[in-house]
DNA sequence: GTTTTTCCTTGACGACTGTCCAAGATTTAT
DNA sequence: ATAAATCTTGGACAGTCGTCAAGGAAAAAC
């Protein structure tokens, strides 16, 4: 009886609970899209109000503070972001389909996706004064890293070799590449970022290991 | 006659020129350090003007408002910032040596002026959102670039051999290889900055290209 | 020594910030 | 339908921000 009592209690509970996330969440990936337009240093509750459809007061009903909520969405940002290239790891079966599947990815993503990735880096630049991002940026990283290794460890097995460098010198390597085609995609600067392009299926390759393959043409 | 007099008044008015441009670059480094305490988000005039020994109200006569202020300040980081290596590039006389000196003074520079160089990423990033900072920061990371292909042709010439990699490669590999160090350097994460620097030197030889070349130890 | 120019301080301004709260609107339970 | 719980609004708050101007202090010019 009390059992029947108290599911029916913790489904009531539930739903709410459900519901509270739900909104929650919402109103992190209206967070989410104002961090991406303005930058961690000019956005405020009332502009990320305006991009949803209630008013800034509420804000502090879902989230306790500021923080609480672009801590929030940071995480919103880590489930958009960080399985990307994993079909295309699935789906190639060959050395050559997995780079450059992936490169063509890699530059559609920055250019559909460019306000979403300088807000990463915002934050990650963030952390670098607010510990209080800290541990949620280095969780995100280290997802990153692990998703840029999936792709190379994957890619040396199909050349049937090893992988010339560590996960984390992969990661870097890959992640400046992006960075500094972002920096030159939001300047437009085209021929650059086509030229990083050019440029990375030999990144690639000097990360895997020339050994065997030959020229990328 | 009219050549003397205006001389006269050319040392007055190039003295008070001088004097001017002193001030200015005087409370440009007091912005620099305030930028690098608090980053750019948290840094206000005030602020500056404390970490001076002047008042805030002395900030628009010297500079035009606060974008002109912090531009400044961002100019008198790349006076600090842009040779760093070049005294390494001089001196050395082998390979390893210049390997191992450049990793030297890497995280040297990264645990000194860990302020410092996480001010110049927060600027980088800044100028995804903010155009006005873009000229600037493109201006100081070609020369960023410059710096780092100095050390890596440097390298493959000790080692009559070739670069593997381009300059924009190099760079944005040791750049990324810095930027993570930084991060977890600032978090306390000392075994991580260990293991970066143990694989430093294999990403230079990679960078370089490992032929000719055996074991890093 | 006096006048003129340059330099710097202080306080004020309007706008904007994060936070909180009283009260109304809406939904849910009974 | 009524009562209770939940959600949302919009305004008030104390504080901070960049900017500016009036006037005093210091330096320079004569």
């Known amino acids: 009886m009390t059992d029947v009592a108290e599911s029916k209690q913790d489904r009531i509970a539930r739903r709410q609970v459900d519901k509270f996330d739900a909104r929650r969440t919402e109103l992190a990936v209206a967070t989410l899209h104002t961090l991406a337009e303005l930058g961690y240093a000019r956005t405020s509750l009332r502009e990320i109000a305006q991009n949803s ?28 972001c960080v399985t990307r290239y994993d079909e295309v790891v699935a789906s190639a079966t060959t050395p050559e389909q997995l780079r450059d599947e992936f490169v063509a990815m890699f530059f559609d993503t920055l250019g559909q996706d460019a306000t979403l990735h300088r807000l990463w880096y915002d934050l990650r630049n963030q ?69 990083l392009r050019g440029e990375l299926p030999e990144v690639i390759d000097l990360l895997v290991g020339d050994a065997g393959s030959g020229s990328t043409s």
């Open 127 to 195: 952390s670098l004064f607010d510990e209080s991002f800290r541990a949620d940026v280095l969780e995100i990283d280290s997802h990153r890293e692990a998703m840029v290794w999936r792709v190379i460890s994957r890619y040396a097995e199909l050349r049937a070799g090893e992988p010339a460098s560590s996960p984390a010198a992969a990661y870097v390597t890959l992640d400046g590449v992006f960075q500094r085609a972002l920096l030159h995609h939001l300047a437009g600067n085209t021929e650059t970022v086509a030229k």
């Open 53 to 80: 459809e209630f008013s800034h007061g509420v804000l502090h009903y879902y989230f306790a503070d500021k923080r609480d909520l672009i801590t929030e969405a940071v995480r919103q940002y880590e489930v958009v």
